[in-house]
C-alpha cells in the first residue's frame, strides 16, 4: 500500500473554488499511478469524484462534477494530484478522500472504493448557500 497525505479543504460559500492536494509518500511511482478523489456524506457510501491515470494523463470525472472539478498532476510535487473544485455547490460538501492504486485506473469501475487499497485520512469540504 501506499501512504497518502491529504491537504486543502475549508468552508465556502456556494459559487466559490477550493483545492485539494494528495501526495503519495510513499511506494514507487507504478503504485500509484491510479489516483483519485472520492467523497462521503453521513450515511451515504464514498462516491468516486475523479480520478486521473498519471503516467498518461488519462482522467475520468463523475457526472455531477464534470464541468467544475478538474484533476491533475503538479509538475513541481512529484507524486502529487490535485483537484481544483469549482462553481461549488451546496451538495459538493462531504469529506474527501484521497485513493491509489497501481497501474491502469479501471476505466468502467474507477468509481469503486474496492478498486483501491491505499486512502489518505479524509479532508472535510464544506459548502453554505
Known amino acids: 500500500q501506499v501512504q497518502l497525505v491529504e491537504s486543502g479543504g475549508g468552508s465556502v460559500q456556494a459559487g466559490g473554488s477550493l483545492g485539494l492536494s494528495c501526495a503519495a509518500v510513499s511506494g514507487s511511482t507504478f503504485a500509484s499511478n491510479c489516483m483519485a478523489w472520492f467523497r462521503q456524506t453521513p450515511g451515504k457510501e464514498r462516491e468516486g469524484v475523479a480520478a486521473i491515470e498519471r503516467d498518461v494523463s488519462i482522467t475520468y470525472y463523475g457526472d455531477s462534477v464534470k464541468g467544475r472539478f478538474t484533476i491533475s498532476q503538479q509538475d513541481n510535487a512529484k507524486n502529487t494530484v490535485y483537484l481544483q473544485m469549482n462553481n461549488l455547490e451546496p451538495e459538493d460538501s462531504g469529506t474527501y478522500y484521497c485513493?491509489?492504486?497501481?497501474?491502469?485506473?479501471?476505466?468502467?469501475?474507477?468509481?469503486?472504493?474496492?478498486?483501491?487499497?491505499?486512502w489518505g485520512q479524509g479532508t472535510q469540504v464544506t459548502v453554505s448557500s
Open positions: 485513493a491509489a492504486d497501481a497501474g491502469r485506473c479501471p476505466i468502467v469501475s474507477w468509481k469503486r472504493q474496492r478498486e483501491y487499497p491505499s
